[in-house]
């Protein structure tokens, strides 16, 4: 039996302070996106923060990034995306209720 009592999305969300720093942690080559098929960082991103463009390309949001790095994993595309760490005393932090 589990100690964690359910806790609905909302709330687990309001658990989470984005630390937003100048400098975006992540960088999205939309010309490289153009010739994706697959668009995986589209379904993979557990923030829903790429947006598939008209023309092919991504639009990327980094403001509500969790810095789990799967975009970077999925992506098929050799440089389309470039992921570091955010710099120091900003990014995701995460509390307990």
């Given amino acids: 039996m589990s100690d964690y009592l359910p ?3 909302e709330d ?3 658990l989470v302070e984005f630390r937003v720093g100048e400098r975006a942690h992540i960088g999205v080559d939309g ?5 994706c098929s697959t668009k995986a960082c589209v379904v993979a991103c557990p923030a829903n923060l790429f947006v598939p ?10 403001e509500q990034c969790f ?3 799967t975009c970077y994993m999925v992506c098929n595309t050799e440089g389309a995306i470039t992921w570091t760490y ?3 005393g ?4 995460f509390r307990r209720s």
Avoid: A, K, Q, W
């Fill in 31 to 35: 010309d490289s996106c153009g010739g």
């Fill in 86 to 88: 955010p710099d120091g």
């Fill in 90 to 93: 900003h990014g995701v932090v």
């Fill in 53 to 62: 463009t008209s023309d092919g390309g991504i639009l990327f949001n980094y």
């Fill in 7 to 9: 806790i609905s999305f």
């Fill in 12 to 14: 687990r969300m309001g």
């Fill in 67 to 69: 810095e789990c790095g």
